[in-house]
């Protein structure tokens, strides 16, 4: 695939997946057009050599055991979410004529950028079906709500307001005394009893569709690169995987709310990887002692999102580790152990982007400044397995709209391609 065809790959990626259920049904259709099959957590493991997926909320782990039995596992880790304004449990408010939806902040959201947005609505509903529950995917890809910013000329230093997530951040979706209830309406636009609603996990999404810009088309502006960016480039990387196997067992492993922790039955911290990984190694006949070995001589690249030096703000950056959009896969490592980065990792992913053909470029955090994290220290500590951290430059991590090098997407998916099929 040409860096054009990954870049434009990459925004069809993005416009079609609007919350962290919808990243997991994407993946899930390109596995199953390359011949993975969906496994059931209930059911007993596939004890046949293929490939193989299954879905857990948000969250979703993909491999294929055609090569070599009782082989080493090779990872790229991801996570599905990404900071947004996420719909309350009483949603409906009314405030000086306006109908009104509560909203909250998830995930460290830049507020500033979702104001004065087109936003829709995307999530999944959980609805009565009879004795049981059913889930129903929400998609509302029409301007329904805004959260409208404040007058400059109401502002009293004409400066900008100060931001409180709990009073400014509600969006408006109608005029009028009326009040109507939201979660009917969304209920409604996807052909459900709004009575039959018993639980939902509801976001905003931004509307702009997602592009190449730049004046040579170098750049992509789109919502959600951290981390659907990975999430795009670790797909690619498993379906070359797994056309060429090696003496490793290739995973992709995809989390939900590594944006608040990771503390979920879903998330990096929760017992899925190492659940997934031991049934695997069960299903071919292995034991206890086979899963062991097997983990031992395994490693994880962790995939999120890299800070670019910002032209703007050049002085928030470490001066000497200058990071490029369309400068190459990105390794980071903190000796805080923020990033789980140690030197065996940071070779075995310099070899791959030495195999892929791809340059590396090397982050670090200023060390006067707080540095943020990813699911590799988490990953690391849960499973034993050597972690490297790892990612695509970008500019405005957390906002509603991002910034990265639209040649990085092939580059990125190409060195971790590498990295689950090391020469």
Not at 138 to 144: F, T
Request: glycine share 10%; proline share 6%; charged share 20%.
């Amino acid at each position: 695939m040409s860096s054009t065809a990954s870049a434009l790959g990459l925004c069809n990626f993005v416009d079609v997946s609007p919350s962290p259920f919808h990243v997991c049904r994407t993946v899930a259709v390109q596995l199953e057009e390359a011949g993975f099959v969906r496994v059931d957590e209930t059911d007993s493991w596939p004890t046949e050599a293929g490939r193989y997926y299954l879905i857990r909320g948000g969250s979703l782990v993909a491999w294929s055991t055609e090569g070599a039995p009782d082989s080493p596992f090779r990872i790229v880790g991801g996570h599905t979410d990404s900071p947004n304004l996420r719909v309350k449990q009483h949603p409906d408010l009314e405030s000086a004529g306006w109908q009104m939806v509560g909203l909250e902040p998830y995930g460290g959201a830049w507020l500033n950028s979702w104001l004065d947005r087109d936003l829709g609505i995307s999530g999944r509903l959980s609805v009565r079906d009879g004795n049981g529950l059913r889930e129903v995917l929400v998609k509302v890809d029409e301007p329904i709500l805004r959260v409208p910013q404040l007058a400059i000329h109401l502002s009293e230093d004409r400066k900008g307001v100060t931001l409180d997530p709990q009073r400014h951040v509600n969006g408006i979706w109608g005029v009028g005394n009326s009040p109507r209830s939201f979660i009917s309406y969304v209920a409604e636009r996807e052909g459900v009893d709004p009575s039959a609603v018993l639980g939902w996990e509801l976001m905003t999404h931004d509307l702009a569709p997602s592009a190449v810009v730049g004046v040579e088309a170098e750049l992509i502006s789109a919502p959600r690169l951290d981390n659907q960016g990975t999430c795009y480039a670790g797909t690619q990387a498993l379906l070359a995987a797994v056309e060429n196997p090696t003496a490793h067992t290739p995973v992709l492993a995809l989390f939900d709310h590594e944006e608040v922790g990771s503390m979920s039955d879903r998330g990096a911290f929760s017992d899925l990887l190492n659940t997934v990984l031991e049934r695997i190694v069960l299903g071919r006949g292995g034991g206890r002692e086979d899963f062991l070995r097997a983990m031992a001589g395994s490693i994880c690249a962790s995939g999120d999102m890299a800070h670019a030096t910002h032209p703007n703000y050049p002085d928030r950056h470490e001066p000497a580790h200058r990071i490029e959009l369309g400068g190459g896969p990105v390794l980071k490592v903190n000796q805080n152990l923020r990033y789980a980065t140690d030197s065996a990792g940071a070779g075995a992913f310099a070899l791959a982007c030495d195999q892929a053909g791809v340059p590396l470029q090397r982050y670090v955090h200023r060390a006067d400044l707080p540095c943020g994290s990813t699911i590799g220290p988490i990953t690391a500590s849960r499973t034993g397995i050597s972690t490297v951290d790892v990612g695509a430059a970008q500019l405005a991590m957390h906002s509603a709209r991002e910034l990265m090098g639209a040649s990085d997407v092939k580059a990125y998916a190409d060195a971790l391609a590498a990295f689950l099929s090391p020469a």
